[in-house]
């Protein structure tokens, strides 16, 4: 099949028609969206795209409007072959209802959950606030999922009938009251991994989920060995990628990366949602941390340190405050093999997506790249 870059008409057509779907969500949807309640806008929103996944005709449509594929965006990571590295970060669809959507968009991947052992009721209500601002999110969720036993049947359909899109599962601990002593919540941990092994292309370890019961346990150095200990002992052909906090000083995030590199672990994701609300004008009454542009200076710390110190051991995959092909360039070029995001698709609308893979390409070709995976780590000494 050819590459829309290599074919003038489908090109012109993907420009097009991807300018005309940032002025729709602009001028149009997003106001519709943003006159909702957030928790509304976002059950509404995955509704529509669930409905909209089983409309053949609408699926091939929007691959025709959205789809950039160009040769310099494939990338083999991890073993697993992606047709571009960018994809949804964990949180948007954690019950596995938007594949088929995000796989004829061109999405190189997304990551279903975080499920969990149990199914989860998550935190009482509300669990979003907006904060337009500072283009982020207030995410209070507490890892509501329907659990994994349901959801991971719907990601091994996705992972065996999607088009081109790669599928991570992202795997939490149960957040109830009868997941609080750390042994449950490892066993928690382990039969969500062993539902997952083999049907999915990636599995990522939510340590770090900011919103729960009981706090991050696992983000304890000793805590996280025994945890990872268990779950080396699952036996599961996709890799693996730990999710880490965000607001840990790079001491104390050594040290949790010493205890990865010990285990069956390929790689990390840097980071976890911002709790930090210093210098921000936020209600004190709204709970949870945030996403967004609030996380993209910390998050790219993280990242670039990570990729000095352990680049040659670790694949990392960067998410935080990506909006722009720009910002995406430069996570790759300190270090990420992959980037994520999540907040950037509710203020820019589905088709940033294609934005930053036409962006990120012309980037790489600027600067004389002939595969993307050439530029990762590039801008660190
Ligand atoms: C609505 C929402 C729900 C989220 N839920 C999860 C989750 O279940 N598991 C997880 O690992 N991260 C979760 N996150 C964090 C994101 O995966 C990501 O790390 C963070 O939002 C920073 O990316 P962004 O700036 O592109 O939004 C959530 C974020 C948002 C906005």
């Not at 606030?129 to 994994?148: C, F, K």
Request: glycine share 8%; aromatic share 8%.
């Amino acid at each position: 099949m050819e590459y829309v870059n290599q074919s003038p008409v489908r090109d012109a057509v993907n420009r097009v028609s991807t300018d005309l779907f940032s002025l729709a969500y602009r001028y149009g949807v997003k106001k519709a969206i943003f006159a909702m309640a957030p928790d509304d806008a976002h059950a509404r929103t995955l509704a529509f795209c669930h409905a909209a996944g089983k409309n053949t005709p609408l699926m091939w449509l929007l691959r025709g409007m959205l789809d950039y594929t160009d040769p310099v965006l494939e990338t083999n990571v991890m073993g697993v072959r992606f047709s571009n590295p960018f994809g949804i970060s964990a949180g948007l669809d954690k019950n596995c209802d938007i594949a088929p959507v995000a796989d004829a968009a061109g999405y190189g991947f997304e990551t279903v959950g975080s499920v969990t052992g149990r199914p989860c009721v998550g935190n009482p209500r509300p669990w979003f606030h907006r904060l337009p601002q500072y283009e982020s999110m207030m995410v209070h969720v507490g890892l509501a999922n329907a659990g994994s036993e349901a959801v991971i049947r719907d990601v091994e359909k996705a992972y065996t009938h999607a088009r081109q899109m790669k599928i991570s599962v992202s795997i939490a601990r149960t957040n109830d009251d009868e997941t609080i002593d750390d042994e449950e919540g490892i066993e928690d941990y382990r039969l969500s991994l062993e539902r997952a092994a083999g049907k999915s292309d990636m599995v990522e370890i939510n340590i770090s989920c900011p919103n729960t019961m009981v706090g991050e346990r696992f983000v304890a150095p000793e805590n996280l060995d025994r945890l990872l200990t268990a779950l080396d002992s699952v036996d599961r052909p996709q890799p693996v990628l730990v999710k880490m906090p965000q607001d840990k000083p790079w001491p104390k995030f050594r040290e949790l990366l010493d205890v990865v590199c010990d285990h069956d672990v390929q790689g990390v994701t840097i980071a976890n949602l911002r709790k930090d609300r210093s210098g921000m004008d936020i209600p004190v009454d709204w709970k949870g941390n945030l996403s967004g542009a609030p996380c993209r200076e910390p998050s790219n710390d993280l990242l670039e340190q990570t990729y000095r110190d352990y680049g040659s051991r670790l694949v990392l995959a960067g998410v935080g405050g990506v909006s722009t092909a720009e910002q995406a360039y430069w996570k790759i070029r300190h270090g990420a093999s992959l980037v994520m995001l999540v907040s950037a698709l509710m203020y820019r609308g589905p088709q940033v997506m294609t934005e930053i893979r036409r962006g990120v390409a012309a980037l790489l070709r600027r600067d004389g790249f002939r595969h993307v995976e050439d530029a990762v780590g590039v801008d660190v000494d």
